[in-house]
């Protein structure tokens, strides 16, 4: 799993924020495994970059998975932060995803709603049609934006922010994003990630009202990737 953090992941910063474009397998924030997390990297890119003493702030403003690629906020400062996580629990930040799935015939665009209820023994999350006892309602819709040979590639605007949201929403419908097999993929990406991107975020800036609309461009070194990039 890639570990490592380079300069050219960061897309955006200033004095208040940080958003990389995270790598397939990279975690953002220390788990079970004991690998190293994301915020510890950066912290220490930015000790040794801005050649600070002491401690340096990095605060985790929202996480996504391990094998997902994509753009991830964290906050420089305490005020950020709190505004920032404010933010996403209000629904203020318009998240876009790319997600490649099978060239199986589906509507062009659609609006998903479902019911997902999280075991936490499996880190799996399970899809039911209708209001569920434990489970928390899913709101996604996707628009169809390229056709290739055997893949599709959909973009995903989120609505809400379940467990594996997408993971379950579109392996319920028959369509697994390539390389999931947790979610009924056949076969493992390469890399061991997944081919979902979180491609773009919208939002206000926490400290200058300044409207921000910030893109990552997919993984490199991937022919899918690179065909659905152009």
């Known amino acids: 799993m890639n570990q490592n953090f380079s300069e050219d992941q960061i897309v955006y910063e200033d004095n208040h924020l940080f958003v990389i474009n995270k790598k397939a397998g990279q975690l953002v924030q220390s788990d079970k495994t004991g690998d190293e997390s994301l915020i510890d990297l950066i912290k220490n890119f930015i000790k ?3 050649q600070k003493p002491g401690n340096v702030f990095i605060g985790m403003v929202h996480r996504i998975d391990r094998p ?3 753009l991830v906020i964290f906050a420089k400062t305490s005020k950020a932060l709190l505004r920032l996580v404010k933010t996403i629990k209000n629904r203020e930040i318009k998240k876009t995803y790319w997600a490649i799935v099978p ?9 998903l709603v479902h019911y997902l209820k999280k ?4 880190n799996r999350s399970t899809a039911f049609p209708k209001p569920t006892e434990g489970a928390k309602e899913a709101i996604l819709s996707y628009n169809i934006v390229k056709t ?3 893949y599709q590639l959909l973009e995903v605007d989120l609505e809400t922010g379940r467990h594996h949201q997408i993971r379950v929403q579109l392996s319920k419908i028959g369509i697994p994003i390539k390389g999931d097999l947790k979610y009924g993929s056949p076969r493992p990406n390469p890399d061991a990630g997944i081919s ?3 491609r773009k975020l919208e939002f206000v800036h926490p400290v200058t009202q300044e409207k921000l609309e910030i893109f990552a461009k997919t993984p490199e070194n991937d022919t899918l990737w690179e065909t659905c990039e152009n």
């Open 48 to 50: 040794i970059r801005d």
């Open 68 to 70: 997902t690629s994509g």
């Open 103 to 111: 060239k199986i015939e589906i509507p062009q665009s659609q609006k």
């Open 119 to 122: 075991n936490e023994k499996t």
């Open 148 to 150: 290739l040979d055997n």
């Open 196 to 198: 979902l991107h979180a």
